[in-house]
């Protein structure tokens, strides 16, 4: 025999809250799941693209004996980005960086004369510039002796415009 | 709908599909000049000049990718010029005006990476002058005016990999002009167009 279906009883209201709080709260909690998550994705592909390690050369480094030195020469310090200038004085060391942009000078040797070749500035032998758009002399960089006999240039240590070592 | 008057529609309508356009031949050469191309500081320039004197028909692909870019950065500013006469960055396209400021600094940085990857003379004094005016910049750069953040935290840092521009360089220049910025490019050009369409199509009946 066909039984008629019961009649739907009605449900307690407090039931019908707690399923909605059961399900709102779910929501929220699949929002905050996605956005907890997006967060710590974004911050450390932020962290991954600073390195821990970099593979660069030294800060400090040494540059040859002084006797290597000719007076009144400057030598660029290949890949080091340092000019080493010997004057009848002593030694100093300039930073091969340009003040304005960052390139490399050139030593013109016939005209006393440092150019740089991006945008024109001109430095003179001590490092001051005197013509383009570089706003600041050369970085002078501190320069010793170490116990072996040799130039140790530590670019770290900017050193003022009056420093040099005694030859 | 807002349509721009008839009287004004001119060949300037057009040129903001021809910076599209030439955004598509971009992204249609550039990945088979990266059957060649690799990142690697010492072996890049080589590529590129096998490339150039070597490959197939190479020279005729990298030209078109290079003049392609040129006239992109040509068209898209004239475009700016064109909706800035024609007032066209005015209600209901605010948006799309910021939309495509955004536009015109992603396509000024794709040529400033772009530019870097031969790794010849001028590519990387190029990319250190960049570099340096990065290091410049206020907040984010540790030299700029407001800096707030260490020198190995700034923007000069991010970019490089380190602080002398080498092999990180590269590899972080090459991501940035293939992957990241292209993917800005194409996803905010997207936006761009459907935002033309939310405003009541282009300028109107041709």
């Not at chain 2, 260490?150 to 080498?166: A, C, E, F, Q, W």
Request: hydrophobic share 45%; glycine share 10%.
């Amino acid at each position: 025999m066909f039984k008629p279906m019961a009649k739907a009883e009605a449900i307690d209201p407090k039931k019908i809250a707690r399923r909605e709080a059961i399900r709102k709260g779910l929501f929220w909690a699949c929002w905050g799941v996605f956005v907890g998550f997006a967060g710590i994705l974004g911050a450390s592909i932020v962290r991954f693209a600073y390195p821990r390690i970099v593979f660069e050369p030294s800060s400090i480094f040494k540059a040859g004996k002084p006797d290597d030195y000719k007076a009144g020469s400057v030598s660029l310090i290949h890949g080091r980005g340092v000019f080493v200038v010997r004057t009848e004085k002593g030694f100093y060391a300039l930073s091969a960086k340009c003040t304005h942009l960052g390139c490399q000078p050139i030593w013109y040797e016939d005209q006393q004369v440092f150019k740089c070749p991006c945008h024109g500035a001109r430095f003179d032998k001590e490092g001051i510039n005197f013509a383009g758009p570089a706003p600041l002399p050369l970085p002078r960089f501190h320069l010793s002796l170490s116990p072996d006999g040799r130039l140790l240039v530590d670019k770290s240590i900017n050193v003022g415009m009056d420093f040099f070592l005694e030859a | 709908m807002k349509w721009v008057p008839l009287g004004l529609v001119r060949y300037t309508v057009c040129l903001g599909g021809l910076s599209v356009f030439f955004f598509l031949l971009c992204i249609l050469t550039g990945p088979f000049l990266m059957l060649y191309y690799v990142p690697d500081v010492n072996r890049a320039h080589a590529d590129v000049m096998d490339i150039m004197q070597v490959v197939p028909f190479g020279s005729f692909v990298r030209n078109v990718h290079r003049w392609a870019a040129c006239l992109m950065i040509v068209c898209v500013p004239a475009h700016m010029t064109r909706v800035f006469l024609q007032a066209a960055y005015k209600p209901p396209r605010q948006l799309n005006w910021l939309v495509g400021i955004t536009l015109l600094i992603l396509t000024y940085l794709m040529c400033f990476t772009g530019y870097m990857l031969p790794w010849d003379q001028e590519a990387y004094w190029g990319a250190t002058i960049g570099a340096t005016m990065a290091e410049n910049s206020p907040f984010l750069g540790a030299k700029g005016p407001f800096s707030v953040l260490p020198p190995d935290k700034d923007i000069h840092y991010i970019m490089l990999g380190g602080t002398v521009l080498d092999q990180p360089t590269l590899s972080r220049f090459f991501f940035a002009h293939c992957i990241a910025i292209p993917g800005a490019l194409a996803g905010l050009m997207g936006f761009h167009f459907f935002n033309i369409h939310r405003a009541g199509g282009m300028s109107g009946p041709l």
